[in-house]
């Protein structure tokens, strides 16, 4: 059995986990004014050219992207991604907003239903791309080719927002203007999946020449956005939009770039990835340390939530059918099962990931939120190539891939290839079931795989949510997912309300009010 227990001394991370610091400490040595680093004028001066002199300014608003996407990562990301799946379910602590919408009693009061912080970091993202060629223009110290590289760095961080936002509520307002103060509403109508995939698209693919291939410190690399961080988002809006050949080609420039490495070991899996984090397999992840932030970024925290929501209380625990799905084959013990991405705390099987430090038996919970978000890493691009493939009905090197993943975990026996399209797809998506626990995908996956070729696999998100219903409940819930509108969450009233006749409700939610 895998226990948990307390650390009392808040073990030591890395000396190099300074991430993002590296960009702040440049920013506030070259600093006289009377603003900080990412300190928000009060007069809302960051949306006008007033604001914006020297590269440092837009050092500093770049910077505040980062440090805003830490309060989406969990708060808006994580709980998108997963709360509706069957990889976590809730605890005896989690909200009673979480509970309605696990129960699909979803209404657009619904606390989930704020997008207001993934926005925030838009607005920021905008601001950085709309004033950053001003300010080449004034400051002759600003070379074109950094500026360019930090634009890239916006776009891509403003279409990774809006990719989670078009899969979470199907249609958003498209905002490129700039809006760096909490307080300005951005006024916009929404704009279809459709066009926003389009123009993120777009906009990802004229930059990616710009975009740096890597930073001067290795540990940016990782932490900040790269031209590789680019391909990965590519291929998923690709697997999304089932453009399979365009998923492969990113997918491939990727894996074939020589800059990230497969951790083979599956006893150094959790140790590499999650634990020291930074490891050769990232290609980009969110940095969270317990170091606080001077002036008005005080606002913003650095540590994330999942120590309290998953070890000290029970907002997120396993799902049901999760300690199973490692123990498939008897007699395999799944090294990122019980003991790695999960562990006992009692009798009870709690989430680990992201909250413990040590693999195996012992394990030792973090003493602070300070674990690192993965956005992407290798054997995410691997599965999302495995899927393509099987979507192409190459079922042998899709299982061959899969097979890879799963030998690392400890299988010694490779799985066949599926016959058909469907079951090679399940054999992958199963995979990422194992391989992504508590990262924010699972959602995500559910609703591609039921989306694909005209929603011909619909009953799969069905069977799944369906796990764990009662049979007299089970006719409710088939009734509400049978329309795929509902699969997207609705907007929140408050922002309808206050975008009263320019904002509208998402439709299958038009009518609830």
Request: proline fraction near 3%; glycine fraction near 6%.
């Amino acid at each position: 059995m895998y226990i948990i227990h307390n650390s009392h001394n808040n073990k030591r991370k890395p000396i190099a986990k300074i991430g993002i610091g590296v960009l702040l400490l440049a920013i506030t040595a070259g600093m006289t004014s009377c603003n900080g680093w990412l300190d928000l004028d009060p007069q809302n001066k960051q949306t006008s050219g007033d604001y914006w002199q020297k590269q440092q300014d837009v050092e500093a608003v770049l910077t505040s992207c980062y440090l805003r996407m830490r309060e989406c990562a969990d708060d808006c990301f994580f709980r998108w991604g997963e709360v509706r799946g069957d990889g976590v379910t809730l605890g005896a602590d989690a909200a009673a907003d979480l509970r309605k919408i696990k129960e699909l009693d979803i209404l657009p009061e619904n606390s989930l239903n704020d997008w207001a912080k993934v926005y925030r970091v838009i607005g920021s993202a905008n601001s950085v791309i709309r004033y950053a060629p001003e300010v080449f223009e004034k400051d002759p110290m600003f070379e074109e080719i950094v500026m360019r590289a930090y634009v890239a760095e916006a776009v891509f961080l403003r279409s990774l927002c809006y990719f989670y936002l078009v899969r979470t509520f199907g249609e958003v307002p498209f905002v490129t203007e700039p809006y760096v103060d909490d307080k300005v509403s951005f006024k916009k109508g929404k704009d279809t999946e459709a066009y926003v995939l389009e123009q993120i698209t777009a906009d990802l693919l004229e930059h990616l020449r710009y975009a740096k291939p890597g930073h001067e410190y290795e540990i940016d690399n990782k932490t900040r956005a790269t031209r590789w961080a680019s391909f990965c988002l590519l291929a998923e809006i690709y697997l999304w939009q089932e453009q399979y050949d365009d998923c492969l080609r990113m997918c491939d420039t990727v894996l074939n770039s020589g800059r990230f490495e497969f951790v083979e070991d599956g006893e150094l899996w959790f140790l590499s990835i999650f634990e020291e984090e930074y490891s050769t397999e990232s290609v980009f992840e969110l940095e969270y340390n317990t170091t606080t932030a001077s002036g008005d970024n005080t606002k913003i925290r650095s540590t994330n939530n999942f120590v309290e929501w998953c070890v000290t209380k029970s907002h997120f625990i396993p799902g049901e059918t999760i300690e199973d799905l490692y123990r498939e084959v008897p007699g395999i013990n799944d090294l990122r099962g019980v003991g790695a991405s999960m562990a006992f705390s009692g009798n009870s099987l709690i989430l680990t990931k992201y909250a413990a430090y040590q693999m195996g038996t012992g394990m030792t919970m973090r003493a602070n939120g300070d674990a690192n978000w993965i956005f992407y890493r290798i054997s995410d691009i691997l599965l999302m190539k495995a899927e393509a493939l099987a979507m192409k009905q190459k079922f042998q090197e899709s299982v061959e891939i899969v097979n890879r993943i799963r030998k690392r975990a400890g299988y010694q026996v490779d799985l066949r290839a599926g016959d058909t399209d469907f079951a090679a797809l399940e054999i992958v998506i199963q995979e990422r079931r194992r391989e992504l626990l508590m990262e924010g995908k699972r959602w995500f996956d559910v609703v591609r795989v039921a989306r694909k070729n005209n929603y011909q696999y619909k009953s799969y998100l069905i069977d799944v949510v369906l796990q764990g219903v009662s049979a007299a409940q089970r006719p409710r819930y088939e009734s509400l997912l049978a329309n795929p509108l509902s699969w997207y969450l609705p907007i929140l009233q408050k922002q309808i309300d206050d975008n009263t006749g320019v904002l509208e409700q998402n439709p299958y939610y038009a009518n609830e009010n």
